[in-house]
């Protein structure tokens, strides 16, 4: 949910953290079940852009995906060192 807070191309509402037969194999889900890591996510996006929010109907590019990447890195520095701001959000 920080993340949904930091990006506006990201949407937690949009998430699903279902686990199909068809990703038992994939790599979140394997350290999920063999060593109990809970926080392995994987981040699917599109080109064709986000369906709703202020960036809705626009396409994502190569800049859009780095800028993605460095909200997503700031993110992780705030999980680590703001927890006053994680435990907001929770």
Partial sequence: M???ENCDYFNFEDCSFAVH???E???RVVMWKEFNLIHSYT???SFCG???G???GCHFNILTFENIGK???KTLIDIT???DRVKKVL
């Fill in 71 to 73: 909200v997503f890195c």
């Fill in 25 to 27: 194999s994939c790599s």
């Fill in 2 to 4: 920080l993340f949904h």
């Fill in 81 to 83: 060192t703001n927890r």
């Fill in 54 to 56: 202020i960036y809705s």
């Fill in 43 to 45: 981040c699917e996006a």
């Fill in 21 to 23: 037969k068809s990703k």
């Fill in 50 to 52: 986000p369906t709703r």
